[in-house]
């Protein structure tokens, strides 16, 4: 099980994204804004990073920029409602291992962190 | 009607994902990429909507209105400030600018532009909310927007209160700046507020 940083602006989708995580058996911190992720994942390291992008200040993507050169191995699975197919790339183009579409399902979730996690344990980032 | 922090960062959210949804239509519409800001939500009455609405688009407007109906029922608006109304055609077509006097094909355009986005974000309300809009033939005005908003006041029988969702969207570059507005019945917003509660307690039970 894994130490999984949410980030979302929004309390309601870290609530769904924790409701989802802990029963699954993952341990769950939580930050509203990139600045706060930053420090959080500066401090506690987590496994895995649950990334929204749509936020104020500071968007996702930049947010996945200044990580993954905080910590190139940083495993960043991005959590939004932006279906552009840009979006995606842009996400991969920055580290993303995985990409889920809002609104949350635990199927969806879990599924993606799964599979970024495996994909670390397998080196395959 | 006040909305609470929680209210109203359920609002935010459902609003998002649906904005989320409307950019990617206006990307597919136009082949370019839209960065989309935070929706900005908050609810005003009627006659306090026009400073509200200053803080994102000024002046002329370029107004595309769908009347939606169903359980909850009002009225739509995409607002867009004539010039990024003119980059918007620019994009989709050799239309020509959206003047007052701009051609039929312009207004077509834009009115079609506005149906689609207005749908899109609508849609995903419907979808989350499990309620059903049916939507009227949308039209264009090009109009001042005290003018807009006057035109809202007039028949109005029963008090009537704005959810504004302000959100500024970029394609390719170039700013279009604009906002949608829906205006309800107190009826209409007391149900919809309820259903996005109703959808948010759902989302966190699943």
Redesign the interface.
Known sequence: MAKILIVD?????R??SR?ILEPAGHTVAEAADGLSALETYSLDRPDLVLLDV???EMDGLEVLNQLRAMDPLAVVVMA?????S??RVLAEAGGAVGFVI?????ETVLRAVAAALLGQAGGAK | MILSEEQKDSVTELVNIAFSRTAAALSELTGNRVDLAVPDVSAYPIAELLPALGRFVRGEVATVHQIFGGPVSGDAFLLLDIAGAARLVDLLSDAGAPTTHMGASAREVLAEVGNILLNACLGVFGDLLQVRFTFTVPRLHLDSLGSMLGSLEIGGDEIRHALLIGARFHVRGSEVTGCMVMVLGVTSLDRFVEAIENWAERATQS
Do not use: G, I, N
């Not at chain 1, 809002?102 to 635990?106: G, M």
């Open positions: 602006d929004s309390a309601l989708s609530r769904v409701r749509t936020m104020t939004t409602a932006d279906v552009q840009s979006t809002k609104p949350l399902t635990a």
